[in-house]
C-alpha cells in the first residue's frame, strides 16, 4: 500500500494549539498555512510564535538558523480559498464548539482539493459529530495534541466509523514525521485518553475553587507536593487558556445539564474572560505571568510555626 505522503500543512484557527502545531510542523520541515477567521488571531499567533522561538532556541538546541527555516516555511492567511489551495492536511483547531466547527468545515468544503486529509484537534468532541460536514468522511479522523506540544509530544490518533484505513496511517505517519508518540484510541471516546481525566482533574479544581473550598495556590499545591511535579491544575488551567476551559464547562455543561459544570462556566467568563485574562498566552489567568507564583521559591516550603494562627484561621468559613 501507498501511503500518501502528507507534506503540506493548514492549519485553522491560530489559537493556542493551532499556533503550536503550525510552528512545531514547520519546524520538523512542513510547509505549512495558518488560517483565522480574524487579523487579531493571526497578530496573537505570531506574537505567541516568537515565544516558541525563544523556547526552541534555549531548551531544544535549535540554531537561529533552524528558526530562520521554520519561519520559512510559515504563512498566514484569512481567506479560507487560499488556506485550502495549497494542503495534503488540515489540522482543525478552531473553537470547541461544534457550531464553529461546522461553520469551518462547510466553508473548507468549498475549496479543498480532492486528495487533501482533514483531522481535527477538538479536546472533548467527537469525528463522528462532524464526519458529514467535512463532505469527506472517508478522508477524516482526529489527531489531538498536548498542549506545550515540544515537550508533551502525544498525538492521539482517533477514527469514526467511515474513516478510510489509508487516512489514519497516512495521519499517524505525519506525527510521526513531526516527532510526536501515537497513541492510538481504539474506540471513540469524548477526550480520548488524555483528556478523559485531564478535564476531569481540571473540572473537579475549578469547582473547589468556584465552590470557596480552596484558593488556585492550595489546590496546586496539594497537587504539587503529592504528584512531585512542577505544576498544578490551576497552573495547567492557565496553560490550556481560559477560553477553551470556558468553551468545555459550557459546551459539557449543557448537554449534562450538569450544574456545577455550568457554574464553573460563569465563574471563568466573570473573573477572566470578561476581564482580558485569557490565561498564559495573555499573561495572566488564575496567575501572573512570565514568573507565576507557583514557580517561585517558597511555594511548596514548609511555613514557619509563627504563621499557624493565620493559616488556622483560613479553615473557618468565611
Ligand atoms: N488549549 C489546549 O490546551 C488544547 C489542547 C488540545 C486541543 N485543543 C483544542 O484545539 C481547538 C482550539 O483550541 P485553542 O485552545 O487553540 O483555542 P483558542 O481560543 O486559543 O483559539 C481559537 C482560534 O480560533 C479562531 N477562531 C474563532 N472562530 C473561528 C472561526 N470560525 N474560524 C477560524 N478560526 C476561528 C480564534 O480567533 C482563535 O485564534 C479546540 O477544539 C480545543 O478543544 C486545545
Request: hydrophobic share 45%; charged share 15%; net charge negative.
Amino acid at each position: 500500500m501507498t501511503i500518501q505522503q502528507l507534506d503540506r500543512l493548514t492549519v485553522l484557527g491560530a489559537g493556542v494549539l493551532g499556533g503550536q502545531i503550525a510552528w512545531h510542523s514547520a519546524f520538523k520541515g512542513k510547509q505549512v498555512m495558518v488560517y483565522d477567521l480574524y487579523e487579531k488571531g493571526l497578530a496573537q499567533c505570531r506574537t505567541d510564535q516568537q515565544r516558541y522561538a525563544e523556547i526552541y532556541l534555549a531548551e531544544l538546541g535549535a540554531s537561529a538558523a533552524d528558526l530562520e527555516a521554520t519561519r520559512s516555511r510559515l504563512s498566514f492567511t484569512t481567506d479560507m480559498a487560499a488556506a485550502a489551495a495549497q494542503a495534503d492536511l488540515v489540522i482543525e483547531a478552531v473553537p470547541e464548539a461544534p457550531e464553529i466547527k461546522i461553520a469551518t468545515y462547510g466553508e473548507l468544503a468549498k475549496h479543498l482539493p480532492a486528495h487533501s486529509l482533514i483531522a481535527t484537534n477538538s479536546s472533548t468532541l467527537l469525528p463522528s459529530q462532524f464526519a458529514a460536514a467535512t463532505g469527506r468522511p472517508e478522508k477524516y479522523c482526529a489527531l489531538h495534541f498536548a498542549n506545550l506540544i515540544w515537550q508533551m509530544n502525544v498525538a492521539e490518533v482517533m477514527a469514526h466509523a467511515e474513516t478510510a484505513r489509508d487516512t489514519l496511517t497516512a495521519v499517524t505517519r505525519f506525527a510521526i514525521e513531526i516527532g510526536m508518540v501515537p497513541i492510538p484510541v481504539r474506540k471513540e471516546q469524548n477526550g480520548y485518553v488524555l483528556n478523559s481525566w485531564l478535564v476531569a482533574l481540571l473540572q473537579a479544581s475549578l469547582s473547589l475553587v468556584v465552590n470557596g473550598v480552596s484558593t488556585p495556590q492550595d489546590v496546586d499545591r496539594t497537587f504539587m507536593i503529592t504528584n512531585r511535579c512542577a505544576v498544578g491544575p490551576c497552573g495547567i488551567a492557565d496553560v490550556v487558556g481560559m477560553t477553551t476551559a470556558y468553551n468545555i464547562s459550557s459546551y459539557w455543561g449543557a448537554v449534562n445539564n450538569d450544574e456545577q459544570l455550568l457554574k464553573n462556566a460563569a465563574y471563568i467568563k466573570a473573573h477572566y474572560l470578561d476581564r482580558g485574562k485569557l490565561g498564559l498566552q495573555t499573561g495572566a489567568g488564575f496567575y501572573q505571568y512570565p514568573d507565576p507564583e507557583y514557580a517561585q521559591a517558597g511555594f511548596l516550603d514548609i511555613p514557619d510555626p509563627g504563621r499557624a494562627e493565620e493559616i488556622a484561621s483560613l479553615a473557618f468559613p468565611t
